[in-house]
RNA sequence: GACCCCAUCGUCUAGAGGCCUAGGACUCCGGCUUUUCAAGCCGGUAACACGGGUUCGAUUCCCGUUGGGGUCACCA
């Protein structure tokens, strides 16, 4: 039998954590056995639908690397078959006309509520004659669903859960502008795309169980179930807007990495013994259902940040100086040209290792691209005091007449000129690091003034004798 | 409230009756290295929610309690 998965988001809004993880695991499913793993956008509510949202999806998951297979689906095409198969129930007598209003259902919830019995449609028009329906009331169709038994499903991740059916009431499947509501849409398309396995949020196992009536119903083949944890937020709860809940391309823009956010959101609810950094080949090999864990995680920004700087390290040099050439145009006033990325290039091997995200990789970055004079950080400005100013002074003709400009050259002479005066490496290293980079923090300066070239290192030398013109930081 | 689900360090988790003196990762704290900061390496703090069973033996199986979560729309 052929895999078919499907992520099936409404577009609603960005493509958050949950989907983005519920995407994944359906995309490494399909990889790992096989098959295809389809996309369907959930657009029945059209109000509510965007096109916007729909972009932020396609990019969510294009940036991701989970590719689908085949066009993307929109289940607002498919209404009016949808419709048919509501009409086929109601000529099973598998489904019926309800004439109430939506006033009336409000009353009946709040009276349920108040009396402390179980908030549902209490199936009033289940069996009553239509010709006794009230004038000028359009009605939905309900599904008349099960009284007697349960329904049981047998789920790929919770095990086999089973429900009375007494406890699920008659759901609208037509509503009274003739629209399918989710629940019919969704057991339809399932049905017609030949999806096998649904692979989505926790917070659909109750739909599962009318969802597989409905089924049952139809006479169609249940496909397999794997309901997985939803994401919660620090506190416990399920992750939403309190916790500043963020679409993928939030996290993106904060310079998390594709191959980061999908080692986390993978290791976040499924496990493969003591593994932690897992390449996308190792989790295709690995994946499966059965390893995924029962209990919802929670999001933890500190392990993806973490796991970021792993592939940050990871990275090669021109793909991060590509990544962070557009955070670096405040800095310039465009985005770094020719020389100027061959600089960066040369310089990414020990930045990265300072960096957690790309946001710090630019701001670690700019003073290698910086037009002269660079600003000094406070904390810079106080290291080149009176006294190192007059050392940065004596060091410059050496510098300027250091033979070769290699690492190597550039410590002996500046480890030559503090010796020579007495000095510990780190007071001279330390103002030549803040008249070079602007900062107390850094890589090697040997390397950074390497990098730089001696005409720029001259310079900003030069630079740092007229405090009284620069401008602060 | 009803129904359903869940429960190992702060967090993500390993563990599928004796391999557990409960392992790994992140965080945190030390140390090494050192021109700063990282990275790296070494070491440390920190958990089986509770109560009953079952068993020669429970983190592992069963029941209950507690706690947490999810769902109860003419939304998806």
Redesign the pocket.
């Given at each position: 039998m052929t895999v078919i998965t499907r992520f099936a988001p409404?577009p609603t809004g960005f493509l958050h954590l949950g989907g983005a993880r519920t995407a994944l695991f359906n995309w490494l499913y399909v990889r790992h056995h096989g098959g295809r793993f389809l996309l369907r956008i959930?657009d029945?509510?059209r109000a509510?639908s965007t096109k916007e949202a729909i972009a932020a999806i396609l990019d969510g998951l294009a940036w991701l690397g989970l590719d689908h297979d085949g066009e993307v689906a929109y289940?607002s095409a498919h209404a009016v078959r949808h419709a048919e198969v509501a009409q086929r129930l109601l000529a099973q007598g598998m489904a019926y006309h309800c004439f109430?209003?939506?006033e009336e259902?409000a009353e009946m919830?709040e009276k349920a509520k108040a009396e402390?019995r179980?908030?549902?449609?209490d199936g009033r028009w289940r069996d009553r004659d239509p010709a006794e329906a009230p004038p000028g009331v359009p009605p939905?169709v309900r599904f008349k669903a099960p009284r007697e038994g349960e329904t049981v499903i047998r789920d790929l991740v919770?095990?086999e859960?089973?429900?009375?059916n007494d406890?699920l009431?008659d759901m609208?499947l037509l509503?009274?502008?003739d629209t399918p509501?989710?629940?019919l849409s969704a057991v339809v398309d399932d049905h017609d795309m030949g999806i096998t396995h649904v692979i989505r949020g926790?917070?659909?196992?109750?739909?599962a169980f009318r969802q597989t009536q409905l089924f049952k119903a139809l006479g169609w083949k249940i496909p397999e179930f794997a309901h997985i944890g939803?994401i919660?937020g620090p506190?416990?709860?399920?992750l939403s807007k309190r916790h500043g809940a963020l679409g993928v391309e939030a996290y993106r823009e904060m310079g998390f990495l594709p191959e980061a956010m999908c080692n986390y959101l993978l290791?976040?609810?499924?496990?493969h013994?003591?593994d932690?950094i897992i390449s996308t080949e190792q989790a295709i090999a690995w994946f499966d259902l059965d390893?995924i864990?029962?209990?919802?995680?929670?999001f933890?920004l500190?392990?993806l940040t973490?796991l970021n700087?792993?592939y940050l390290?990871a990275a090669d040099a021109p793909r991060l100086v590509d990544l962070i050439a557009p955070r670096l145009v405040p800095v310039l006033g465009r985005e770094p040209a020719g020389p100027e990325r061959e600089r960066l290039a040369q310089a990414m091997g020990?930045l990265k290792?300072?960096a957690k995200t790309l946001v710090e990789l630019a701001d670690n970055a700019a003073f290698y691209v910086r037009n002269r004079p660079i600003p000094l950080s406070e904390a810079a400005a106080a290291v080149v005091d009176k006294e190192a100013r007059a050392r940065l002074a004596r060091l410059r003709p050496r510098l300027a007449e250091a033979g070769d400009w290699t690492e190597a050259a550039l410590?002996e002479a500046v480890r030559g000129f503090a010796e020579a005066d007495g000095l510990k490496?780190?007071q001279v290293?330390?103002p030549l690091?803040a008249a070079l980079t602007g900062a107390?923090?850094?890589?090697?300066?040997?390397e950074v003034m390497r990098i730089l070239g001696r005409d720029e290192v001259l310079g900003r030398l030069d630079d740092i004798r007229q405090p009284a013109k620069r401008q602060p930081a």
């Open positions: 409404s959930e029945t509510d509510r289940q109430c209003t939506p259902l919830r402390g179980p908030v549902r449609y939905v919770q095990g859960v089973r429900t009375a406890q009431d609208v509503r009274a502008d509501t989710y629940m926790d917070d659909h196992l109750t739909n939803l919660h506190d416990g709860a399920k290791r976040l609810g499924w496990s013994g003591d932690e390893a864990g029962r209990a919802a995680p929670r933890d500190v392990k973490s700087g792993h390290r020990s290792e300072r410590e490496l780190g290293a330390q690091r107390t923090i850094s890589p090697g300066i040997f």
